[in-house]
Structure formats: structure tokens, C-alpha cells
């Protein structure tokens, strides 16, 4: 029983020693040769086996068992945004002198609760929590009273992320934190509004597994702790009071999740408000503002609704906007998004760099019913849910440096985690002459941009002029070390390239040399450091007089710096190399580079120049500069196209009748490449591969009037085009498919339904997703299925912003069935919703572990009532709940045999009957 002192072994099986050492001593004792009284070595003996027992019952554990009342009591304080804090009295004295903080609700109930005589010898600790559970402390935690949009949203003493509740993170905390011994207690202070996890499933869970530990533990006999309740833990509940400050928020932008493209449905604009108000009301379809109204709102739930249809996209954001409100307290939750999905004719984005050259080809592919946008380079797509609107993304020569890392990085990410379609069209800025080498769209492509050099091309002597000063340092240094090498790669056998670093003087890092020691070069090149100051013009001189006489039939400079070099003759250097047939291109690097004199010795030496506003273009650069000065990687000899690979994709294309193509650019095909299409000299044409999810494609020529000029009247081109596309594009059948997403507590569920040609549900079918965050990280997961024909999955959607998804349902044997593309916007966080207490939540949660609900302060410490909802909180008249509280006797029990031992030497060395004859005889 748990209200009366009790003894437990804990470890019992070390009692049968008993029985094998007390016969051992009676058996000395029986032989023992001792000529002591013999009352004497009886109570040595007696001594012996008294040891022998206390040792015993040390080592099995003899554990005193006493019950307790004493409470250890955990208080959870809830210090999320959504709960209402104190308000600046600057009027009043309320709270003490005029300006002074009110006190918070939080702190006005603990301070009646936790009064010395209401605690007494019961323990309190704090626990502090909001996105995650802070540390439990014995120091109440206080926050930041101020809430507006400029106000930190850290707890000023845990420094807690405030912009969500996960009440399941603060019971696990809590419950892992309760020492033993101590009557249980969790009191949650919240307004119960979780926007993380589920606290019930928490709850419960934690009670079962600390149940399962305590059980173990010493004194507790395999029974519960409680002697009431239905959990280990009770927990008591403090309803808060909600933020009430004038708030008007978007709730929602509600759209249905795929409409056909043109069909007309209704976009619902939900707007709530905790007081009567008035703003402008803005919808916008991705850039362009669709509605702009003044409305009246009234207090509670608001709902505007509107017709809209969708042409000419495929995923299509409808964002929601208030603004111009009398009073409000957040702009954060002002604005919600819904994407809506439409399904149609397949469409293509053209990125081109004469957007008027593409018109014959943009006239084929609608003449086969394939939508096309064409744009500039100025248009590529820097997000991805721009790319999501198209089946196909065309580069049509475009040059890797008119491109940014991320804009690169989004192209490989369509294609190969959202299945996207990619074409590289030829031209004198694509692949190799584009600066695509070792990119990451050259990662993506066929192809590979450097080839083997022919020995019938010219020679190029070419000198790189590196600035390594000491602004230098850092990214810039190594980017250009690694444009250096990249240049060097590119280079045949037959070209020369040499080195020079510049700072206040110059240096060469490898002499001009023939290309082919690349390994020697690059290993140079690697061993530039930065340091000193900026003087161009020796550097350049000296490139100048290197090339002068080199016996290469093209000669090229390279220049580079980062900022403004002392004096110098720079366009009399640029002249002279001019008139001695040497180019000279420049690259200037970041903000603070001399881009007006550059440009000016790159036009006089009728060169290049580029703008490179991040480092990391460099590569790219210097690649395109190497190959357009080799003047090898294009081929501009008229040639028929040569069958290589016969596919069923252009099965009915006859190329026997395909007039010339003009020209080409030199590219190598990859191993596992499909190459479909050659030159006469054998290079590629047209080749494809997979890559991820998606399918890329090569086309070395053209499709407009400088290479394809005899192609536009080609009766086959509409045809070609038109199939290639069609093969490398994303598939997305729609057919007896439905994909919802919903998105709450920082989880998504998806859920996809589908049904077979015949009409019957599509079971067993291996269904997969591709889910890409907005900081582009992808993660893959399965989804289960849950019903005849559903297909179920959950991911966590912690970050804001747009989450693409590509959904793939195979057969058992690998056969592609559906592929489905879908987004998701995740908006503001979910603290921020004006919500009332979830004193359903709260309740309910009490009950369950055998709680209160909103108990009186006074009464925060009694054990009775347990398990009933009283707001009113009536005294405790029930039993109190208690707990054995263990004591381990060993060390007393060692301390006593101890003293014993040296009773019993003395006894089997002393002869005590010389002190007392007649009593030990």
C-alpha cells in the first residue's frame, strides 16, 4: 500500500548467498581449533553470520519505502504570439506608478499561487516554450511585451522562436524533466491554440512510457504511481486570453486545386477582424493585379468572392492583399496566396536572344497545337514556380553569362526533380561559345562543350592578365583561379596560353607555352595569391610583347581586374595590339572595377567586355571568351543531317528529302546519351538522355534563318519540332487523376485519387513524390495507400514560401502510369491567426490525464478533484494523491557490519575471560 512504510529488496536473488555462506561458517566454527571459552566463540560466530547478513541485504538492495505528499510541480507558460500580453498604463496607477507594465495574466495568477504558505515544502519549476520548449528553470521566465512588427519576437530570457505553439514539445520537456520521488504535476499555462504537433497524442504517449519507467523503479511493485487518474502525470490547465489587439488578417485565399484552362470558377477572398473596419482589398494573378475594392468589414468572419478563368498558364498564384486600415496591429498575416492548376495544351517558354528571329518556329510548334511563350534572356525564370507554368524550357542561343548561378540551378532542378522538359538550341553564344563548360546546364545536357580540337583549325596564342591584388582576396581569387584553369582545359594541343598576375608590379605565373602541358599550367595557375596594389598597364605590355611573336595564327588577351589601376598608356596598349592583329577582351569584377576604361581597351582592341557582378561567373566567362577566340567551335559548312540511332519519336520524319543545315556548333556526345541525329563529320546533332525526373535535349544547329534558313520551308519542320518537343517535355495526364495538398500546422497532406481506363479504382500502384522547398532542397517520400484508389502523405512545411511537387504512380513492374505536377504556398505563420482560447482543446486534455481545468489559484497545489473540469475550483475532498519515496539502507548497513567486523576480530583475538573469568566460561 502506498500510505504505510514498507521494506523492498531490490536486488533479492543475492539472499540466497545466505544459505551457502551461513553453512560454511558453521562448519569452521565446528572445526575450529580456537582454545577460547566456548561462550566466547559462540558469539563470534553469532557476530560472523550478523555481518554475513547485513553485507546480504546491502547487496540486495534493502530499500526503505516511505509515502509522500510532496508535490514537484512543472510550470509550462505558454510564450507564443498569439497569447495577449500587458498593455503601457500610461494613464493610471493600477499597477503602481503611472507608465509601468500591468502585470501579465501569467504572472497574476502565479503570484496568488505560489505564495510560501501555498507552496510550502513542494518544489516549482518554469518551464518556457513557443516554437520549441525551453529550458526548465527555477527563475520565472519573462518576454518582451511589445508585439508590433518591429519588436523582437524572442523571449528575453529563453530566447525562444516565438512565431508558433507546440504544447506537444513542452509535455514531452516537462515530463522528461519530473524527478522520481515526488508527486507529479504539469500545470499548462496556454491559450491552447498549437500550431506544431498534437498534444493529446503527446500526452498520453509520454504517460505510458514514464508509467513504464517508474514501474521499474525501486518501491513501486509493478503498480501505478497515482493512486487516482488516468495518467501518470495530471495536467492541469490555465486557459490564457488571446492577443485582442485591433487585428485584421487574410485568413485564406480559397481556389479550386485544377480547373480546365478557360473554364470559369469563383476565387474567395477570406478576411477576418476582431473589430469593425474598412481597407482596399488587392488581388493579384502572379505579377498582375486583378481586383482592387474598398470594403467594409465587420467583425468576425469576411468573405468577397469573384469570378476568374486562366489562359496561356499552367500554374497560376492568386494572392490577396489588405491595406489602408483604420487600426492594425500586424502586417505580417495582410496578405495569403492559393495556387490553382490548370490543364490544357501543352506549353513551352523560349528563351531567346532575338526574340524576333523565333517567330517561324513558334508558328510550327502552334501549328501542331503546342503553346509558346517566347522571351528574352532578360525573361529566364528566376523561380520556380514561373518554370512550373510550362512542359518544356528552350534555350535558344543563349549565353551562360547572361545567366546567374540560381537561374542555372532552378533549370536543373525543373528538369530533374519536377520532370521539365530542357532543349539547347545552337548558336555562336550556345554551349562551348555560351560558356556553358562544367556548368550546371552543361551538367544536365547530352552533350559535353569541349571536344578534341582539328589539327585544320588555326592556333591560339592566348595571354590571361589576372588581377591579384589585395581586394582580390577571398571568392574573387579562387573564381578567377578557376576561370584560369578552365580556359587552360579548353585549349588544344597546337594553342599556347600564358599566365600573368598583376598587383603594384606583375609576374608571370606560366610562361606562354604550348597548351598541351595542362597539368603543369593549371598547377601554376593554383599558387596565385592576393596581395598589393593595382597596376594594370606593365601587365598588359608585357601580354602585348609575348604575343608578338608567337607563331599562333590567332592571338588573344585576356584581362581582369577588380578595381581602378594607377596611370597608364591602356589605350595605346590596346591600339598597338590592334594593329599587330592581337584581340583583347576585359572583365571587370564587382562594383568597384574601372567598367568605362575596360570597356573602352576591350573596343579599341576589338575584344570583349563583360560586367561581372558576382564572382562565381567567372568560369563562364573566361570559357566563352577561350572558345569564341579558338574560333574551332563552330562548323558553318553546309551538311545534310545523318541518322544515327532511328528512334520511333521521328519515325515518320523522311530525312532523305531534309534540305542543308548551315552550321553547327562542336560538341561531344556523353556515353549514356542517346545520339540520334549526326553531321557529316560525325559530330552531334541531336541527341537526348533522361536526367532525373525530366528529359534534356541537344540540337547543335538552329531552328530560325542563320543555320536552318533552308529548313523554315521544309515541309518536315513543323512535324520535327513538334515530335522532339513533344518527346522531351513533361507529361502531365490529368485523366482520371484528382491531387489535393492542404496545408495546417505546419504539415501538408497530400492526397491523390485515380482511377484505371476502365473506369475501376488504380490500386497497388507504387506512387511516389518529389517535394522541392523554397530554399530548392528536395526530399522524396511515398504515399500510402489508405483507400481504394487514394493515396495518402504527410510532409512538414516549416519555411514559407512555394513548395513544388512532382507525383510519378508506377505499376509493380516499373511502367510509368500518371505524373503530376502540384505547388503549395505556405504564408504566415499560423501564430499569427486571430483564433479564440481552445478551451475545447484544453479541457479536454485535463480529462484525459486526469487533470483540472482552470483551477482556482488557491487551490493549484491540492491533489483532490482530480480528473474534474471546475472553473469554479472547489476545494480538495478527496484522498490525496501520494508516492513512495525510496531510501537505499546500504550505507547504514555497510557502516554496521563494518563496526561488527571489528567486534568480531576482537573477539577472535581477545581472550576476554582473563577480564571476566566466570562470565565467559
Same mark, same amino acid.
Given at each position: 500500500? !502506498?500510505? $504505510?512504510?514498507?521494506?523492498?529488496?531490490?536486488?533479492?536473488?543475492?539472499?540466497a548467498a545466505l544459505f551457502l555462506v551461513l553453512p560454511l561458517l558453521g562448519w569452521y566454527f565446528w572445526r575450529s581449533l580456537s582454545d577460547f571459552p566456548p561462550r566466547q566463540l559462540v558469539v563470534s560466530l553469532l557476530t560472523r553470520c550478523l555481518v554475513t547478513g547485513l553485507l546480504v541485504l546491502a547487496l540486495s538492495g534493502l530499500t526503505l519505502l516511505k509515502p509522500t505528499t510532496q508535490q514537484f510541480v512543472i510550470v509550462a507558460i505558454d510564450q507564443s504570439l498569439s497569447v495577449a500580453e500587458p498593455e503601457q498604463d500610461s494613464t493610471s496607477g493600477e499597477s503602481g506608478e503611472s507608465g509601468e507594465p500591468r502585470k501579465s495574466q501569467v504572472d497574476e495568477f502565479l503570484d496568488k499561487a505560489l505564495t510560501d504558505s501555498r507552496i510550502g515544502d513542494h518544489k516549482v519549476v518554469f518551464l518556457p516554450f513557443a516554437t520549441q520548449a525551453g529550458t526548465v528553470s527555477q527563475?520565472?521566465?519573462?518576454?518582451?511585451?511589445?508585439?508590433?512588427?518591429?519588436?523582437?519576437?524572442? /523571449?528575453?530570457?529563453?530566447?525562444?522562436?516565438?512565431?508558433?505553439?507546440?504544447?506537444?514539445?513542452?509535455?514531452?520537456?516537462?515530463?522528461?524533466?519530473?524527478?522520481?520521488?515526488?508527486?507529479?504535476?504539469?500545470?499548462?499555462?496556454?491559450?491552447?491554440?498549437?500550431?506544431?504537433?498534437?498534444?493529446?497524442?503527446?500526452?498520453?504517449?509520454?504517460? @505510458?512510457?514514464?508509467?513504464?519507467?517508474?514501474? #521499474?523503479?525501486?518501491?513501486?511493485?509493478?503498480?501505478?504511481?497515482?493512486?487516482?487518474?488516468?495518467?501518470?502525470?495530471?495536467?492541469?490547465?490555465?486557459?490564457?486570453?488571446?492577443?485582442?489587439?485591433?487585428?485584421?488578417?487574410?485568413?485564406?485565399?480559397?481556389?479550386?486545386?485544377?480547373?480546365?484552362?478557360?473554364?470559369?470558377?469563383?476565387?474567395?477572398?477570406?478576411?477576418?477582424?476582431?473589430?469593425?473596419?474598412?481597407?482596399?482589398?488587392?488581388?493579384?494573378?502572379?505579377?498582375?493585379?486583378?481586383?482592387?475594392?474598398?470594403?467594409?468589414?465587420?467583425?468576425?468572419?469576411?468573405?468577397?468572392?469573384?469570378?476568374?478563368?486562366?489562359?496561356?498558364?499552367?500554374?497560376?498564384?492568386? #494572392?490577396?492583399?489588405?491595406?489602408?486600415?483604420?487600426?492594425?496591429?500586424?502586417?505580417?498575416?495582410?496578405?495569403?496566396?492559393?495556387?490553382?492548376?490548370? +490543364?490544357?495544351?501543352?506549353?513551352?517558354?523560349l528563351i531567346e536572344s532575338d526574340p524576333k528571329l523565333a517567330q517561324q518556329l513558334v508558328w510550327a510548334l502552334q501549328q501542331e497545337e503546342i503553346e509558346v511563350d517566347v522571351r528574352p534572356i532578360e525573361g529566364m525564370p528566376d523561380s520556380l514556380a514561373d518554370l512550373q507554368n510550362y512542359e518544356l524550357l528552350a534555350l535558344s542561343n543563349v549565353p551562360a553569362t547572361s545567366l546567374s548561378q540560381r537561374q542555372m540551378e532552378l533549370a536543373r532542378t525543373y528538369v530533374q526533380d519536377l520532370g521539365g522538359g530542357f532543349l539547347m538550341l545552337g548558336g555562336d553564344q550556345s554551349f562551348g561559345l555560351g560558356g556553358y563548360y562544367k556548368t550546371v546546364l552543361e551538367e544536365i545536357l547530352p552533350v559535353r562543350s569541349d571536344f578534341e580540337k582539328e589539327k585544320e583549325k588555326p592556333s591560339l596564342g592566348m595571354v590571361l592578365v589576372i588581377d591579384k591584388s589585395g581586394s582580390m582576396?577571398?571568392?574573387?581569387?579562387?573564381?578567377?583561379?578557376?576561370?584560369?584553369?578552365?580556359?587552360?582545359?579548353?585549349?588544344?594541343?597546337?594553342?599556347?596560353?600564358?599566365?600573368?598576375?598583376?598587383?603594384?608590379?606583375?609576374?608571370?605565373?606560366?610562361?606562354?607555352? @604550348?597548351?598541351?602541358?595542362?597539368?603543369?599550367?593549371?598547377?601554376?595557375?593554383?599558387?596565385?595569391?592576393?596581395?598589393?596594389?593595382?597596376?594594370?598597364?606593365?601587365?598588359?605590355?608585357?601580354?602585348?610583347? #609575348?604575343?608578338?611573336?608567337?607563331?599562333?595564327?590567332?592571338?588573344?588577351?585576356?584581362?581582369?581586374?577588380?578595381?581602378?589601376?594607377?596611370?597608364?598608356?591602356?589605350?595605346?596598349?590596346?591600339?598597338?595590339?590592334?594593329?599587330?592583329?592581337?584581340?583583347?577582351?576585359?572583365?571587370?569584377?564587382?562594383?568597384?572595377?574601372?567598367?568605362?576604361?575596360?570597356?573602352?581597351?576591350?573596343?579599341?582592341?576589338?575584344?570583349?567586355?563583360?560586367?561581372?557582378?558576382?564572382?562565381?561567373?567567372?568560369?563562364?566567362?573566361?570559357?566563352?571568351?577561350?572558345?569564341?577566340?579558338?574560333?574551332?567551335?563552330?562548323?558553318?559548312?553546309?551538311?545534310?543531317?545523318?541518322?544515327?540511332?532511328?528512334?520511333?519519336? !521521328?519515325?515518320?520524319?523522311?530525312?532523305?528529302?531534309?534540305?542543308?543545315?548551315?552550321?553547327?556548333? &562542336?560538341?561531344?556526345?556523353?556515353?549514356?546519351?542517346?545520339?540520334?541525329?549526326?553531321?557529316?563529320?560525325?559530330?552531334?546533332? !541531336?541527341?537526348?538522355?533522361?536526367?532525373?525526373?525530366?528529359?534534356?535535349?541537344?540540337?547543335?544547329?538552329?531552328?530560325?534563318?542563320?543555320?536552318?534558313?533552308?529548313?523554315? %520551308?521544309?515541309?518536315?519542320?513543323?512535324?520535327?519540332?513538334?515530335?522532339?518537343?513533344?518527346?522531351?517535355?513533361?507529361?502531365?495526364?490529368?485523366?482520371?487523376?484528382?491531387?489535393?495538398?492542404?496545408?495546417?500546422?505546419?504539415?501538408? %497532406?497530400?492526397?491523390?485519387?485515380?482511377?484505371?481506363?476502365?473506369?475501376?479504382?488504380?490500386?497497388?500502384?507504387?506512387?511516389?513524390?518529389?517535394?522541392?522547398?523554397?530554399?530548392?532542397?528536395?526530399?522524396?517520400?511515398?504515399?500510402?495507400?489508405?483507400?481504394?484508389?487514394?493515396?495518402?502523405?504527410?510532409?512538414?512545411?516549416?519555411?514559407?514560401?512555394?513548395?513544388?511537387?512532382?507525383?510519378?504512380?508506377?505499376?509493380?513492374?516499373?511502367?510509368?502510369?500518371?505524373?503530376? +505536377?502540384?505547388?503549395?504556398?505556405?504564408?504566415?505563420?499560423?501564430?499569427?491567426?486571430?483564433?479564440?482560447?481552445?478551451?475545447?482543446?484544453?479541457?479536454?486534455?485535463? +480529462?484525459?490525464?486526469?487533470? $483540472?481545468?482552470?483551477?482556482?489559484?488557491?487551490?493549484?497545489? /491540492?491533489?483532490?478533484?482530480?480528473?474534474?473540469?471546475?472553473?469554479?475550483?472547489?476545494?480538495?475532498?478527496? &484522498?490525496?494523491?501520494?508516492?513512495? $519515496?525510496?531510501?537505499?539502507?546500504?550505507?547504514?548497513?555497510?557502516?554496521?557490519?563494518?563496526?561488527?567486523?571489528?567486534?568480531?576480530?576482537?573477539?577472535?583475538?581477545?581472550?576476554?575471560? !582473563?577480564?571476566?573469568?566466570?562470565?565467559?566460561?
Amino acid at each position: 500500500m !502506498l500510505d $504505510r512504510i514498507s521494506l523492498e529488496l531490490t536486488h533479492p536473488w543475492w539472499m540466497a548467498a545466505l544459505f551457502l555462506v551461513l553453512p560454511l561458517l558453521g562448519w569452521y566454527f565446528w572445526r575450529s581449533l580456537s582454545d577460547f571459552p566456548p561462550r566466547q566463540l559462540v558469539v563470534s560466530l553469532l557476530t560472523r553470520c550478523l555481518v554475513t547478513g547485513l553485507l546480504v541485504l546491502a547487496l540486495s538492495g534493502l530499500t526503505l519505502l516511505k509515502p509522500t505528499t510532496q508535490q514537484f510541480v512543472i510550470v509550462a507558460i505558454d510564450q507564443s504570439l498569439s497569447v495577449a500580453e500587458p498593455e503601457q498604463d500610461s494613464t493610471s496607477g493600477e499597477s503602481g506608478e503611472s507608465g509601468e507594465p500591468r502585470k501579465s495574466q501569467v504572472d497574476e495568477f502565479l503570484d496568488k499561487a505560489l505564495t510560501d504558505s501555498r507552496i510550502g515544502d513542494h518544489k516549482v519549476v518554469f518551464l518556457p516554450f513557443a516554437t520549441q520548449a525551453g529550458t526548465v528553470s527555477q527563475v520565472r521566465p519573462q518576454i518582451d511585451p511589445a508585439i508590433d512588427g518591429t519588436a523582437d519576437k524572442k /523571449s528575453t530570457t529563453a530566447e525562444l522562436d516565438r512565431n508558433a505553439t507546440d504544447l506537444a514539445a513542452a509535455i514531452r520537456s516537462a515530463a522528461g524533466a519530473m524527478p522520481p520521488d515526488y508527486v507529479p504535476s504539469i500545470v499548462l499555462l496556454t491559450d491552447g491554440n498549437q500550431t506544431i504537433g498534437d498534444v493529446m497524442q503527446a500526452a498520453l504517449g509520454t504517460a @505510458s512510457a514514464v508509467r513504464s519507467k517508474r514501474s #521499474s523503479e525501486p518501491g513501486r511493485g509493478g503498480e501505478s504511481v497515482l493512486s487516482v487518474g488516468k495518467s501518470l502525470i495530471p495536467i492541469d490547465t490555465i486557459p490564457l486570453k488571446v492577443r485582442d489587439n485591433p487585428e485584421v488578417q487574410v485568413a485564406a485565399v480559397d481556389v479550386p486545386a485544377q480547373v480546365r484552362e478557360g473554364e470559369p470558377f469563383y476565387v474567395e477572398v477570406v478576411i477576418n477582424s476582431n473589430h469593425d473596419d474598412e481597407g482596399l482589398v488587392e488581388v493579384f494573378r502572379g505579377a498582375h493585379k486583378v481586383l482592387s475594392e474598398s470594403r467594409t468589414l465587420k467583425a468576425g468572419e469576411n468573405r468577397f468572392r469573384f469570378q476568374q478563368s486562366i489562359t496561356g498558364e499552367r500554374l497560376a498564384q492568386y #494572392s490577396a492583399r489588405i491595406s489602408g486600415l483604420k487600426t492594425d496591429t500586424l502586417l505580417d498575416n495582410n496578405t495569403e496566396s492559393g495556387l490553382v492548376f490548370t +490543364t490544357g495544351k501543352p506549353r513551352v517558354l523560349l528563351i531567346e536572344s532575338d526574340p524576333k528571329l523565333a517567330q517561324q518556329l513558334v508558328w510550327a510548334l502552334q501549328q501542331e497545337e503546342i503553346e509558346v511563350d517566347v522571351r528574352p534572356i532578360e525573361g529566364m525564370p528566376d523561380s520556380l514556380a514561373d518554370l512550373q507554368n510550362y512542359e518544356l524550357l528552350a534555350l535558344s542561343n543563349v549565353p551562360a553569362t547572361s545567366l546567374s548561378q540560381r537561374q542555372m540551378e532552378l533549370a536543373r532542378t525543373y528538369v530533374q526533380d519536377l520532370g521539365g522538359g530542357f532543349l539547347m538550341l545552337g548558336g555562336d553564344q550556345s554551349f562551348g561559345l555560351g560558356g556553358y563548360y562544367k556548368t550546371v546546364l552543361e551538367e544536365i545536357l547530352p552533350v559535353r562543350s569541349d571536344f578534341e580540337k582539328e589539327k585544320e583549325k588555326p592556333s591560339l596564342g592566348m595571354v590571361l592578365v589576372i588581377d591579384k591584388s589585395g581586394s582580390m582576396g577571398g571568392e574573387k581569387i579562387e573564381m578567377a583561379k578557376e576561370a584560369a584553369k578552365s580556359a587552360a582545359e579548353l585549349l588544344g594541343p597546337r594553342d599556347q596560353l600564358g599566365v600573368i598576375a598583376f598587383d603594384g608590379n606583375f609576374y608571370w605565373v606560366s610562361e606562354l607555352q @604550348s597548351a598541351a602541358n595542362k597539368a603543369r599550367i593549371i598547377d601554376d595557375i593554383s599558387r596565385i595569391e592576393a596581395g598589393g596594389g593595382t597596376t594594370m598597364a606593365p601587365a598588359m605590355e608585357e601580354a602585348y610583347n #609575348s604575343l608578338v611573336g608567337a607563331t599562333a595564327k590567332l592571338k588573344h588577351v585576356i584581362v581582369l581586374t577588380d578595381g581602378i589601376s594607377s596611370p597608364g598608356d591602356f589605350e595605346g596598349i590596346a591600339q598597338n595590339m590592334a594593329t599587330s592583329r592581337i584581340t583583347c577582351s576585359t572583365v571587370g569584377v564587382g562594383e568597384g572595377s574601372d567598367n568605362k576604361l575596360l570597356e573602352e581597351i576591350a573596343r579599341i582592341g576589338q575584344g570583349r567586355h563583360f560586367e561581372a557582378m558576382e564572382a562565381s561567373s567567372l568560369p563562364q566567362i573566361f570559357a566563352k571568351e577561350t572558345m569564341t577566340a579558338s574560333k574551332s567551335a563552330i562548323n558553318e559548312q553546309p551538311f545534310v543531317p545523318q541518322v544515327v540511332r532511328p528512334t520511333q519519336t !521521328l519515325a515518320d520524319i523522311d530525312f532523305e528529302t531534309a534540305p542543308f543545315l548551315l552550321g553547327y556548333v &562542336v560538341t561531344r556526345p556523353k556515353a549514356t546519351c542517346e545520339f540520334i541525329l549526326a553531321t557529316e563529320s560525325g559530330d552531334p546533332l !541531336l541527341a537526348w538522355w533522361r536526367y532525373g525526373l525530366g528529359t534534356t535535349v541537344a540540337f547543335t544547329s538552329d531552328a530560325k534563318s542563320r543555320w536552318g534558313a533552308e529548313w523554315l %520551308t521544309w515541309p518536315g519542320y513543323s512535324k520535327f519540332w513538334a515530335q522532339v518537343i513533344r518527346h522531351s517535355m513533361r507529361k502531365n495526364d490529368v485523366k482520371g487523376v484528382i491531387v489535393e495538398v492542404k496545408q495546417e500546422r505546419r504539415k501538408a %497532406t497530400v492526397t491523390l485519387d485515380a482511377i484505371d481506363p476502365t473506369g475501376k479504382f488504380l490500386n497497388q500502384a507504387i506512387t511516389e513524390a518529389t517535394i522541392i522547398d523554397p530554399q530548392l532542397s528536395q526530399r522524396k517520400l511515398e504515399l500510402k495507400q489508405t483507400a481504394p484508389g487514394r493515396y495518402v502523405a504527410e510532409f512538414d512545411t516549416p519555411a514559407s514560401g512555394a513548395y513544388h511537387l512532382n507525383l510519378t504512380q508506377k505499376t509493380a513492374g516499373g511502367t510509368l502510369l500518371h505524373q503530376q +505536377t502540384r505547388g503549395l504556398i505556405v504564408g504566415y505563420p499560423d501564430e499569427l491567426r486571430l483564433r479564440p482560447t481552445n478551451t475545447e482543446l484544453l479541457q479536454a486534455l485535463a +480529462t484525459s490525464t486526469g487533470g $483540472r481545468f482552470d483551477p482556482r489559484p488557491e487551490d493549484l497545489f /491540492s491533489t483532490g478533484n482530480i480528473g474534474k473540469s471546475d472553473s469554479a475550483g472547489s476545494p480538495a475532498d478527496s &484522498v490525496a494523491r501520494t508516492v513512495q $519515496r525510496t531510501t537505499p539502507l546500504w550505507p547504514y548497513l555497510v557502516t554496521a557490519a563494518l563496526l561488527l567486523f571489528v567486534l568480531d576480530v576482537a573477539l577472535r583475538r581477545i581472550d576476554f575471560s !582473563l577480564w571476566w573469568p566466570t562470565r565467559w566460561k
